[in-house]
């Protein structure tokens, strides 16, 4: 949604959702893809089960803090998030060197299963935005995300390089995810009907990806190929 539809929907929710205690943070995430892609092309083709594997954290981490390595999946349209706390050096020891986990479980079995299907797994894509998170009044279950400046870049692949890249939304665009299990609250329904909001499909990764193919395609006439 553009800026000015962002506005009104805020103000017309004040009431009813407000700001976790976290507040506005910046959540940074690194892709495991293969060589070629594989794995967001499958995605792309939108099958009944896709999954991601990622590396993310919540602000732009340093030695020895929390991050959080995550496999993604999605089924018949409900997503299910598993993954696993780890300190950043052990998280990218495990991702980027394939050092064995010290203590295994079903979780880092699940990864392994995601590794061992796809072979070749490397870092390919930095994803960071900025993220404001509301819940429902009546309902805490009931969340709403806003995520901005959303940045992708395919070199400097690891999290503490900071937040900095190529674009994917225009300036004042945001994208809105609603998570509640069960219906949607008839309120937030009709005030998505009056502010003309409808859902549409969209992975920030996946369009990452065809802003990283636009651009080797101009490279590519251009004779200028630079893969990072």
């Known amino acids: 949604m553009n800026e000015?539809?962002?506005k009104m929907l805020r103000q017309t929710i004040e009431d009813k959702l407000k700001i976790d205690k976290y507040g506005k943070v910046i959540i940074c995430n690194v892709?495991?893809?293969?060589p070629n892609y594989q794995v967001i092309r499958n995605s792309l083709d939108k099958p009944i089960y896709k999954e991601k594997l990622r590396l993310r954290s919540y602000g732009i981490p340093q030695d020895g803090d929390k991050v959080f390595v995550e496999l993604k999946k999605k089924f018949k349209g409900i997503v299910?998030?598993?993954?696993?706390?780890?300190?950043?050096?052990?998280?990218?020891?495990?991702?980027y060197e394939r050092q064995p986990i010290a203590v295994p479980s079903q979780i880092t079995n699940e990864i392994e299963w995601f590794i061992n299907l796809y072979k070749e797994?490397?870092?390919m894509m930095y994803i960071s935005y900025n993220r404001i998170a509301m819940y429902g009044v009546e309902n805490p279950e009931l969340r709403v995300t806003f995520d901005n400046n959303?940045?992708?870049?395919?070199?400097?692949l690891k999290l503490e390089k900071g937040s900095w890249g190529n674009?994917?939304?225009?300036?004042?665009?945001?994208?809105?995810?609603?998570k509640i299990p069960g219906a949607m609250p008839v309120w937030l329904s009709h005030i998505l009907d009056e502010l003309e909001i409808y859902p549409v499909s969209f992975s920030k990764y996946g369009r990452g990806y065809q802003l990283f193919k636009?651009?080797?395609n101009i490279q590519n006439k251009k004779g200028e190929i630079r893969y990072a």
């Open 4 to 6: 000015k539809k962002y």
């Open 31 to 34: 892709y495991f893809d293969t």
């Open 80 to 95: 299910y998030k598993r993954r696993t706390e780890m300190e950043l050096s052990a998280a990218e020891k495990y991702l």
């Open 121 to 123: 797994v490397l870092p």
């Open 150 to 156: 959303i940045l992708w870049r395919t070199e400097e």
């Open 167 to 178: 674009t994917i939304l225009e300036e004042g665009d945001r994208v809105m995810e609603i």
């Open 214 to 216: 636009q651009e080797n």
